[in-house]
């Protein structure tokens, strides 16, 4: 697992209490993972280049938070993963049609991550579709209202196994189902005595199991009940999920806290 994940996932819980954190309880908290102090401080150093993380001197230390940026970010993630499939659906698709010419390949690239990073999958070159009504924040987010290279629109094929076969064309659904399975066998197992682990376990816990989780759901479309493949895992592991980050907040961040005021 890389740093900046780690990162990402220890900022998540300091979003939920507010505030920041100063720089060595947070590489105390990254030598949790086996991060050495260098390669914290590097990670950190990076992800403030990058607009994500502010500091602030305070004393002889500094202090580091998430900016408004990265408090998006983690809304965004959250949003999008830590809310079940929904049991109904519109019959509506989200569609993302792009002309964008081989020559800027940078800017294609960085709309198909952010496409792949909502749960978009992709039906031929230039065109990526989702279950979900997400127009209005997807048109923020891609910046397109004054792009005419970008359009966003829903559409409908009429029939709901014409949907479910282009869902199986626009996303690799087996491989989903493996990585749900993966998930299951790796944590379900650590259910027994979840409620008793120490303040710093449950914190470590908690950080991996999140990190685990937002990086699972990226590869899902989060396909509505009607979509599902017979035997879909996603609905196991989301409950699962559930529990275990129930057993965890509390204590989790109950020692980030005494970590950060101590």
């Given at each position: 697992m890389?740093?900046?994940d780690i990162v990402t996932a220890v900022l998540e819980s300091l979003d939920t209490l507010g505030g920041g954190l100063r720089l060595a309880p947070f590489t105390a908290l990254l030598g949790l993972f086996d991060i050495r102090p260098d390669a914290a401080r590097a990670t950190l150093s990076r992800m403030r280049r990058e607009g994500l993380l502010s500091t602030e001197k305070i004393g002889r230390e500094v202090e580091y938070?998430?900016?408004d940026q990265m408090r998006q970010r983690l809304k965004a993630e959250r949003d999008r993963s830590l809310v079940p499939p929904s049991p109904d659906w519109s019959g509506d698709w989200t569609l993302v049609l792009y002309q964008i010419p081989e020559s800027?390949?940078?800017r294609r690239e960085k709309l198909k991550r952010r496409l792949i990073d909502r749960g978009y999958?992709?039906?031929n070159p230039t065109t990526w579709i989702s279950p979900r009504d997400d127009r209005e924040s997807l048109r923020c987010d891609l910046c397109c209202d004054d792009d005419p290279s970008v359009v966003v629109l829903t559409s409908r094929t009429g029939s709901?196994?014409?949907?479910r076969e282009l869902a199986a064309r626009a996303w690799d659904l087996a491989d989903v189902v493996?990585?749900?399975?993966?998930f299951l066998r790796e944590w379900e197992p650590r259910l027994a005595?979840?409620?008793r682990v120490s303040g710093r376990e449950a914190f470590r816990l908690r950080a991996l199991l999140m990190s685990d989780w937002f990086h699972l759901p990226r590869h899902d479309p989060r396909l509505p009940?009607?979509?599902?493949p017979q035997g879909w895992p996603g609905q196991a592991a989301f409950v699962l999920f559930n529990r275990l980050s129930t057993a965890l907040d509390a204590p989790a961040l109950a020692h980030l806290k005494a970590l950060r005021e101590g």
């Open positions: 890389h740093s900046r938070a998430p900016t800027d390949r940078a999958g992709q039906i709901l196994e014409r949907d493996a990585q749900y399975d993966d005595g979840i409620d009940l009607p979509l599902q």
